[in-house]
Nanobody, 128 residues
């Protein structure tokens, strides 16, 4: 059974930083895409970042570009999302999801429809 578990959320003041982790278990292949999404109260879920396989392809939504950084450690089966310069509007539940290697394209920003396994989310609250 493939599982994704997010961690690292919490309460932080505006301008602060957090690092989220997405730990993948039950899946041995390293050729999978991870997408990070967030959902704030009353808002639609937003795709904010993704990372492909070891070719290093990444994507950032305009709302987080320049502040967030995604990376992966294949030895640990973990993908990270480093969030800097946090703003109150970043407050949301953050989710990671994987395509289980189904997406064969080169750019993970076009992989959203292939993401089929999701974690339970981790709450990030940014105070002003």
């Amino acid at each position: 059974e493939v599982q994704l578990v997010e961690s690292g959320g919490g309460l932080v003041q505006a301008g602060g930083s957090l690092r989220l982790s997405c730990a993948v278990s039950g899946f041995t292949s390293e050729d999978y895409t991870i997408g990070w999404f967030r959902q704030a109260p009353g808002r639609e879920r937003e795709g904010i970042s993704c990372i492909g396989s070891s070719d290093g392809s990444t994507y950032y939504a305009d709302s987080v570009k320049g502040r967030f950084s995604i990376s992966r450690d294949n030895a640990k089966n973990t993908v990270y999302l480093r969030m800097n310069s946090l703003k109150p509007e970043d407050t949301a539940v953050y989710y990671c999801a994987t395509d289980l290697g189904k997406y064969s394209g080169s750019y993970c920003r076009y992989s959203w429809s292939y993401l089929e396994i999701w974690g339970q989310g981790t709450l990030v609250t940014v105070s002003s």
